[in-house]
């Protein structure tokens, strides 16, 4: 009778069984241990941020650098400089120089220049203009009070931390949960959490080197247009507007992993997820203008196309399941 069953090897059983039995304080003390280790991940990261501080804001500050690229006029210009730094941008028709073309931009320089005997202030036209000049905007970010550069430091320490640490807190929270799992259930797990992984850093990408730039950029016309000057931010403000809009659009773009989630329980289907497509257009607008920082409508249909790409791709990727699965009931049934 013994013959008639298989002897699994404990290892084997372990597996399949989800791992070895624990009591409940050796889970306790398991879990104290995982948050021991995530703590010190944290404040690791908070260390590492704080002392690369100038790099981070280097980061931060590149969507502003290309957003000043973006020429808001195709009116002639003219930019007076000295040395590497802006003086002026105008219009060419409210500042008309005899000699020179109204149609393209002129370039002017403060130096110095003989007149008789004496040496005085004046203009001349710079054939090298710095690069800065070529800029479209002029934003500078400055810290406006005693305490604002520490309030910077606390900014930039918490979200580069959380970045920094947020791998090591994963893993070391899998190292909790993955062994109380089965096999099968690990490979979803694995899949999940790459699949996530993916799309929140395609989320943050999209945002930091397009989206950003066109908000930035039209928040600085749209002040313009208002009569307001746009040359200095706070740097805090500024810091904050940028995580939070990239931190934002990356959880924005987990939707397909939270639909096709939602398909696999038997929550929805392929059928009814392409019939609440009108109804997703309208969600989709108001997740955009809630994550849109500035208010932009520019910016928050930005941010809608690429959810609603990935809503479309929810649907056929949702299709494909379904008939992948009538084909294998078929072929089960015959």
Not at 156 to 178: D, E, K, N, T
Not at 206 to 220: E, G, K, N, Q
Request: net charge negative; hydrophobic share 50%.
């Amino acid at each position: 009778m013994a013959d008639d069953f298989e002897v699994l090897p404990p290892e084997h059983e372990d597996e399949e069984g989800g791992g070895p039995v624990k009591s409940f304080l050796e889970h306790l003390e398991d879990l104290r241990w995982t948050f021991v280790k995530c703590a010190i991940a944290v404040a690791l990261g908070i260390l590492v941020s704080l002392s690369g501080s100038p790099y981070i804001v280097k980061f931060l500050e590149w969507p502003l650098v290309l957003a000043q690229r973006v020429r808001v006029t195709d009116q002639p210009r003219v930019v007076i400089t000295m040395g590497t730094n802006v003086l002026s941008r105008m219009l060419a028709k409210d500042f008309p120089v005899l000699g020179t073309s109204t149609n393209q931009d002129l370039y002017l320089k403060v130096a110095p220049i003989p007149v008789g005997t004496n040496m005085v202030l004046g203009m001349v036209p710079d054939p090298n203009p710095p690069e800065v000049a070529k800029y479209g905007i002029q934003v500078g970010l400055k810290t406006l009070g005693p305490t604002e550069p520490f309030v910077v430091a606390v900014k930039i320490a918490l979200y580069g931390g959380a970045a920094i640490a947020a791998p090591f807190v994963l893993f070391f929270l899998g190292q909790f949960i993955l062994p109380a799992l089965h096999v099968h259930e690990k490979r979803l797990v694995y899949r999940i959490a790459g699949f996530g992984t993916l799309l929140f850093f395609m989320g943050v990408a999209f945002c930091y080197f397009i989206v950003t730039v066109v908000a930035l950029s039209s928040t600085v016309t749209f002040s313009n247009w208002l009569g307001f000057g746009a040359d200095e931010w706070r740097a805090s403000e500024y810091i904050s507007f940028v995580c939070w809009f990239m931190i934002g659009m990356g959880v924005a773009f987990e939707l397909p992993l939270v639909l096709l989630t939602l398909v696999k329980i038997g929550i929805l289907d392929a059928e009814r997820l392409a019939g609440l497509r009108m109804y997703w257009v309208v969600v989709g607008l108001v997740v955009s203008a809630f994550i849109t920082p500035d208010g932009n409508p520019m910016t928050m249909l930005l941010m809608f196309i690429p959810l609603h790409i990935l809503y479309e791709i929810s649907v056929l990727i949702a299709k494909w399941w379904d008939r992948a699965d009538r084909k294998a009931a078929s072929e089960t049934a015959e």
